[in-house]
């Protein structure tokens, strides 16, 4: 079946400039995370979605990163003037609570360049 | 709250040589734990994952890891190294704290197969 999709790819962007990341999970899953890999810091994680309840905002670095999921599905992660530092890979999980025990499915991540 | 600790950044065996990697968890209860590769330029996939069942967990591509509480130690290992095993190989705990499933990673351990 199709996995965890990521799009863009790749993403260059200019300093200042806003982002927006996009990850469609697998058809079903309930809950969906955000994580950021970067030399500097690992894997980092970053906003989780379950289901219709508020998301858990805790890991986002700074007032300027933000993301949403419509409709229980497809979810975007949008960073706002972006800086230097933003640029990292940006990992994509789902998983469906109570069906493998907490087991978490990536998608291929983002790659984002901010010059 | 939960976290890993993987000794060595890098590893380096001759193919058909045994792989040991190493990954020590810190948990105020009962871990979930699991390894994850990432090949390059891909997202990350499950190796394995223990859940409290057996503490020998089997994993996908002959790898296997086990769970031990008195060492506190999650070893992932391989008795015999493929060229196609050289990869980043991340070490990650189940974040139970905070009632979701947040994972919380290792800083990885890349893995190099020599012929």
């Known amino acids: 079946g199709a996995g965890v999709s990521q799009s863009p790819s790749n993403k260059v962007t200019e300093k200042g400039k806003d982002v927006e990341l996009r990850c469609d999970p697998i058809?079903?899953?309930?809950?969906l995370y955000w994580y950021r890999q970067s030399l500097g810091q690992g894997l980092e994680f970053l906003i989780y979605f379950q289901g219709n309840s508020a998301p858990d905002k805790s890991g986002l670095p700074s007032d300027r990163f933000s993301a949403e999921r419509t409709g229980g599905s497809v979810s975007t992660l949008t960073i706002q003037r972006t800086q230097q530092e933003d640029s990292a890979v940006y990992l994509c999980?789902?998983?469906?609570?109570?069906?493998?025990?907490?087991?978490?499915?990536f998608g291929p991540g983002t790659r984002l360049t901010v010059t | 709250a939960q976290s890993v600790t993987q000794l060595g950044s890098h590893v380096s065996v001759s193919e058909g040589a045994l792989v040991l990697l190493r990954c020590n968890y810190s948990?105020?209860?009962?871990?979930?734990l699991f390894w994850y590769v990432q090949y390059p330029n891909q997202g990350l996939q499950l190796l394995l994952k223990?859940?409290?069942?057996?503490?020998l967990v089997k994993g996908i591509n002959g790898f296997e890891a086990e769970f031990k509480k008195s060492e506190t130690s999650f070893h992932l290992t391989k008795p015999s190294a493929h060229m196609s095993d050289a990869a980043e190989y991340f070490c990650?705990?189940?974040?139970?704290?905070?009632?979701?499933?947040?994972?919380?990673f290792g800083t990885g351990t890349r893995l190099l197969v020599s012929p």
């Open positions: 990650a705990v189940s974040d139970l704290d905070t009632g979701f499933q947040k994972l919380v």
């Open positions: 948990s105020s209860v009962p871990p979930y």
């Open positions: 999980a789902s998983s469906a609570p109570g069906q493998g025990v907490y087991e978490q499915y």
């Open positions: 058809s079903g899953h309930t809950a």
């Open positions: 223990y859940t409290s069942a057996a503490t």
